[in-house]
């Protein structure tokens, strides 16, 4: 439930228990000590309210993709538009970049 | 009378100041009542456009008027000097008139207030209204008890002239949106700055004086421009319910179409904010007529305040008065703010 | 494209893979033997993923996907908000999420609280409560709500030794027991349910096991960004037409079976379950969460004497009784059928939670005249 936001972790202080994570470019201390594992710099931890709830497995994000495509052929095998967009999918090489990609230092 | 229309409670409250619903039922039903009448010719309060017009000769004098109460008086990107110098520029250039004549400025100083701080603010608006190409004239200065204002309180009058007047209510089935740049950059910024929010980002105010890109803009598009509207309060949702309330149609957005600064969207996602009804204080909202759209947009983004400009939406005949966002994965209406914006934890 | 790159490029938002889940789904409603298909979520998270990615337009027609009573804020009653009202009347400073702030008591919220002088404080964390109890002498008041996952949060600062000026005005809410409440409705047509995904990392999806044995409805735990909804709702069309209701989990990067086992020692640790109303639903068994005894210094109900009387010169009275909220979010009736609805109860003064929620029933139908039906929006007008 709530707003649970998935960040890059930074910087570890064991001692506090306290990690600095990235946000897509913005930086938050995030606190450690109801996570579900130990977090090192590079690991990626659901934050919710200021506190680390999860440490997400790397490996999880290619697994949820294959879960997604697993799903997309719940669906009858001889059926075309399946077909089309698993080749759409296929082709795209990266296919979630933002059209405008990042705006120049001037508004 | 506006969509929703709700009675002004017994005590005005804070939400009567967010530009929202409840701010133009008070115009309305109180501040518009008996007053405000410029002949046919002319646009008066009723209209509750950025400005006034009244017809001098063969042209229109445009007058704009703002308070500013900005909290914190310096952010990211600027101060409550800059944001009043070019907010008024701006509300006079949202008329058609871009070339200011000149500014007005009052301030209401709190006892106490370091005479430090005075200096450094009132450099900025020397500074903005240099970059501006326009002065004040005159002002007036008060001081009011310590505790009884917070901190500093600037208004500012600009007056201006113009042959044409863009209004915010010319919108046609059909016609496009533009908006010239990064969309959300002042109220997301300011939001982040809150220290107990204890975040660390290089997110900018965006204020800005956009006169110079508006008459581009203008000089392009010629009748072919037919609303036009700074984003502030409230944000595009804002700026473009008005638009489409006033003209009688509906809106559709492409959400992916919007440009958006990638620190924007994160710190929006942090706090649960939607950019589109974040304010900006640099930025204007175009309705341009299909033919001249492409044009206008080319002529935007040779302007250096204009390099991110982009077409986001047309105009529909269908729900008029609402704005639909197509998501890229659905579509869902957009809401109208009402309120401060608050981080949301759900 | 190592899985990391995959995160960074949000690749759970990719618009090919969604509308080949939708197109999944369309196909899946269809080879269900009736019309309707009615499912439930019940986390007012999923009900803004939906709202901001506009998923609801593209669900197929067939296919209803209620919100039920997962907003914790919508559904923290009214007495529950009278208490921290008058704690600010009386003087105390509060402390609160930003989204319980307009959330209207008997006469008032806090933001009219505020308005009129009173202390309240907008926080973003439940620690920066607590930097303001070590930053001043007064006492703090930190007003708590959200379900479970958000409970995790207060019980961590507890353990912690916060100063003593610093006490909780627990409203935290438990998600599985509501549940439970919706199943059992005579009339209830929910044919299975998408679970909050924070919540269960918390929990474990074991914790929907015997919810699932007892009532027969499937249960898949999903996750918010838009292909993790769409998702979501594939695997839980697929159970529901398989017959063999189970759980599922959809958001399998953050949830497993066991959750997180420190996290729910410390909560049920500083928490209990006990019985309380949720606004518009009626008393929900083991729904709110109050401090056990051990954390009697921090907890507000026993430091202070709270007077909520006086706020009851403008009282509703039976109002509340009148309320659909449950019905509505049981798919059963509509806004329309609530006698109170557009009158004694609209935005500005809401009843039920429905009504409170931005993303509420109510609330959409109040200020949209009925659900828009948005189908009808092509892409590519711009």
Known sequence: MCLGVPGKVIEVDREMQIATVDFWGVKKQVRLEVCDAPVDPGDYILNHVGFAIRRIPPEEAAETLALYDELLRLADDQDLMTADVRAEIDAAPDATRSPKGAPDGSQ | ?346 | MGPSDAFAQLKFRDPARARGLRDTLERLVRLADHAPVSVMHVCGSHEQAIAKFGLRAAFPQELQVIMGPGCPVCVTDVPEVDEAVALAKQGVRIASYGDMLRVPGTSQSLADAKAEGASVDVVYSVTQAVELAREHDEEIVFFASGFETTAVATAAVLVDDPPDNFSVLSAHKYIPPVMEIVAEMPETKIEGFLAAGHAATITGSKVFEKFVERHGLPVVIAGFEPLDVLAGLVKLLEVINSGEPRVENAFPRCVTREGNVHAQKLLWRVFRPTGGRWRGIAHVPNGNLRLRDEFAQYDTRKRFTIDASALWGYAPPKLVQQCQCGDIMAGIASPTDCQLFGKECTPDKPVGACMVSAEGTCKIWHQYGGRPDLRSIKRGAA
């Not at chain 2, 109180?30 to 017809?55: H, S």
């Not at chain 2, 907010?87 to 008139?97: E, F, I, K, S």
């Not at chain 2, 020397?126 to 007036?140: F, K, L, Y």
């Not at chain 2, 994965?329 to 914006?341: D, Q, T, V």
């Open chain 2, 1 to 346: 009378m506006t969509r929703n229309a709700r009675f002004v409670d017994e005590r005005i409250t804070l939400k009567y100041g967010t530009g929202g619903g409840a701010m133009r039922a008070l115009i309305e039903q109180v501040f518009a009542k008996g007053l405000g009448d410029v002949g046919d010719d002319g646009i008066g309060l009723a209209a509750m456009d950025d400005g006034a017009a009244i017809r001098v000769g063969d042209q229109y004098l445009v007058i704009a008027t703002d308070s500013h109460v900005v909290q914190p008086i310096e952010f990211p990107g600027g101060d409550i000097g800059r944001l009043a110098i070019c907010g008024t520029v701006n509300d006079l250039a949202m008329m058609g008139a871009t070339k200011p004549l000149a500014l007005t400025c009052a301030v209401i100083i709190e006892d106490g207030f370091p005479r430090d701080d005075l200096k450094r603010i009132w450099e900025s608006i020397r500074a903005t209204c240099e970059e501006a190409r326009t002065t004040i004239v005159t002002g007036d200065t008060k001081v009011m008890g310590h505790g009884e204002l917070d901190g500093l309180v600037l208004n500012t009058t600009g007056i201006g002239l113009t042959d044409r007047l863009v209004s915010d209510a010319g919108l046609q089935p059909g016609d496009k949106i533009l908006v010239t740049g990064t969309m959300g950059d002042h109220g997301l910024a300011i939001m982040a700055t809150r220290n107990e929010l204890a975040l660390e980002t290089t997110l900018e105010s965006d204020v800005a004086p956009v006169h110079t890109l508006v008459r581009r803009a203008l000089d392009v598009g010629g009748e072919g421009v037919v609303a036009l509207k700074d984003p502030t309060r409230g944000g595009l949702s804002s700026a473009l319910h008005e638009m489409a309330e006033k003209s009688g149609v509906g809106i559709i957005v492409d959400e992916t179409a919007v440009p958006l600064r990638d620190e924007v969207r994160a710190v929006g996602e942090l706090l649960g904010i939607d950019p589109l009804v974040s304010a900006n204080e640099g930025k204007a909202v175009f309705g341009l007529r299909p033919e001249v759209a492409a044009g206008v947009l080319d002529a935007i983004r040779s302007h250096p305040l204009g390099r991110n400009a982009a077409i986001v939406g047309e105009c529909v005949a269908e729900r008029p008065g609402f704005v639909v966002l197509d998501t890229g994965f659905g579509s869902r209406l957009l809401a109208e703010p009402e309120g401060e914006l608050l981080p949301r934890i759900c």
